[in-house]
């Protein structure tokens, strides 16, 4: 059974960090790469930051760059986001997705993915 299930969301004032895990399961993880993607009330969804299978290559969205920082442990099945320096319109649910794909992300992330988590919700506020 295909699974991503995120976790780490909550509450955070502006200017603080939170970190998000998409711990996956049911196939080879090392397989696939991985996106984040957010969804604010009224908005479209939006693409945050992806990584390559292998780990070897990143690439994030202009509005998160410089504080957003993706990574992953194969040996674990997670991919984890770090969020740093959040502002109020980081305030979104969180996906996770999965695609299987072996090339690189470094010019762009992938546009489709097969499999999504249900989302983790993040809100910054003072």
């Known amino acids: 059974q295909l699974q991503l299930v995120e976790s780490g969301g909550g509450l955070v004032q502006p200017g603080g960090s939170l970190r998000l895990s998409c711990a996956v399961s049911?196939?080879?993880?090392?397989?696939?790469?991985i996106g984040w993607f957010r969804q604010a009330p009224g908005k479209e969804r939006e693409g945050v930051s992806c990584?390559?299978?292998?780990?070897?290559?990143?690439n994030y969205a202009d509005s998160v760059k410089g504080r957003f920082t993706i990574s992953r442990d194969n040996a674990k099945n997670t991919v984890y986001l770090q969020m740093n320096s959040l502002k109020p319109e980081d305030t979104a649910i969180y996906y996770c997705?999965?695609?299987?794909?072996?090339?690189?992300?470094?010019?762009?992330?992938?546009?489709?993915?097969?499999?999504w988590g249900q989302g983790t919700q993040v809100t910054v506020s003072s």
């Open positions: 997705a999965a695609l299987q794909y072996f090339g690189t992300v470094r010019y762009m992330c992938p546009r489709e993915y097969n499999y």
């Open positions: 049911g196939f080879t993880f090392d397989y696939y790469a």
């Open positions: 990584i390559s299978s292998s780990g070897d290559s990143t």
